[in-house]
């Protein structure tokens, strides 16, 4: 059986990697949740998200998190935190530490097998 590859050559992956405000971990999840499978959530009506992301938690350190999607495009992924950012701020955002809510982009330039 062969494993199913993580992401597509020439899409990028958004990789957030950031701290909430210490001791809030698990009321960071469950907003994030609350938000993620909502109506609200503007990242999954777009058509240029390939895959869902993925949330990861730190195993040493609680109050440290990780989001990684794949995107067709960095553009496209922008466009939607732009008109995010034009409307209410989701909840989970209140436990997010300084300004660390930012993507870096990666290009997927070959796929492990």
């Known amino acids: 059986m ?14 957030y990697d950031f701290r ?3 001791g ?5 999840i469950n ?7 909502s109506d609200e959530n503007l990242m ?4 240029a998200q390939i895959k869902d992301g993925v ?17 067709a495009s960095i ?3 922008r466009a939607i935190l732009t008109a995010m950012r ?5 909840a989970f955002l209140q436990y997010i530490e300084g300004d660390g809510f930012l993507p870096v982009y990666a290009e997927v330039v070959a796929p492990t097998y």
């Open 20 to 22: 909430v405000k210490p």
């Open 75 to 77: 553009e496209a992924h």
């Open 31 to 37: 907003e994030f949740d609350v938000f993620d499978v």
């Open 55 to 71: 949330l990861c938690r730190d195993t040493t350190d609680a109050d440290h998190f990780y989001l990684i999607g794949e995107w």
């Open 2 to 15: 062969g494993l199913e590859k993580v992401a597509q050559v020439g899409h990028v992956m958004h990789v």
């Open 86 to 90: 034009e409307g209410d701020p989701p």
């Open 24 to 28: 809030t971990g698990d009321k960071f």
């Open 44 to 47: 999954h009506k777009s058509s």
